[in-house]
């Protein structure tokens, strides 16, 4: 009763409980997968309302007289996560999706030369990520057995950025790592390892899927090369929303390793010349035409983070997922559940790694009462608590539902295989 009465405390302090109502939380659920898809925004669906009817009135003229308009659509709400990753404006673009940008980035970054012909990587990073690397590699003419080089973790959880700089030897042309790892939401310590790849001459790129939107990065100032992320995870930008390309000024003068049109100087993209000129900025790193519709959603989407902050955002989301460790260390660890997670703040993303024997049924036994996990095998309940939309009372009700699933055997009642979804 002690942990309801906190709650509803918590909730009544926090500055942002308004947003919630700006939210369609989908019927009486307890939503806490807004790390694989964040919900709908009254703000999404109207910008995307928008550019539908647009298209209805305006048909091809919507290009440039859509309000705002389509044509520059890329850089502008590029423009607008920027301030979520500490870039200037010119640095992000809205393009593609996270493994098509790894790919640009990638085929932009990676110059094997002599002794330098390895990627490092990890072997806790989302496949997806690990399969791009080795085609990648294949296509240069390397060998992805002996090229890619996955840094290995000592618990299975989480990786150490000693050991990660210890691989970064003179065989090593690129390093890509995720900021936030997906499973255990172990966020990395970006600004010492991209000082520690600069002093080895070696490249260095962020997947930010996990993170952006939940955690404000300093790109400029942690001097990172590149990043992506995607944008239908905590920016709610909608399933399948365009995502988003970092790269540094520095290196606007490279030649885009994957071009196309709409990489050209802006101004002379219609005068179809020939001779590919790419934009000197992330726009440059556009291929083809934009998804108008779910950029809409997106640039709705983004409306409220302007609006909250990503500093107001972090700070709740710290509260929320701290509030949820306490209650799992005092009323879950005793029924076998672990927190996989690392505790200090500046090591953990805005998920919560519940790991558990039974995972997988468990987190079926609480879509059962209408609460949304999501599950990463082989034991991992993934909790997002999500600061624009969740509340710490749902969080409380949900470590209650897990007590009394473990305690009346309720998961036991479903079957262990898993689904193609989870
Ligand atoms: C979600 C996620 C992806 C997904 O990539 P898509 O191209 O959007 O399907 C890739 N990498 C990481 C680390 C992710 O978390």
Known sequence: MEQKERARRLDEADGLKRFRSRFHIPDSTIYLDGNSLGLASVDALASLEKAASEWRSKAIGGWLDAEPDWFSCGERIGAAMAPLVGAAPDEVVMVGSTTANLHSLVATFFRPEGKR?????DELNFPSDLYALASQIALRGGDPET??????SADGRTLDEDSLIALMDET???????????????LLDMARLTEAAHERGIVIGFDCAHSVGA???????DDVDFAFWCTYKHLNGGPGSPAG????RR???RDPGLAGWFGYVKERQFDMALHFDHAKSAGGWQMGTPPILSAASLEGALSLFAEAGIEAV????????DFLMDLADSRLAPLGFTVGTPREAARRGGHVALE????WRICQALKGRAIIPDFRPPRVIRLAPVALYNSFDEVERTVTALERIIRSGEHETFPAERDAVS
């Open 245 to 248: 390309l970092f790269v540094n």
């Open 251 to 253: 290196h606007f003068f």
């Open 356 to 359: 558990h024997d039974e995972g």
């Open 215 to 221: 955690v404000p990065h300093r790109f400029d100032d």
């Open 314 to 321: 972090r700070a709740k989301s710290l509260a929320l997922t």
């Open 147 to 152: 090229d890619l080089i996955l840094a290995r």
């Open 117 to 121: 012909r390895r990627i490092l990587a």
């Open 172 to 186: 090593v042309a690129l390093v890509l790592l995720p900021a936030v790892l997906y499973k255990s939401g172990q």
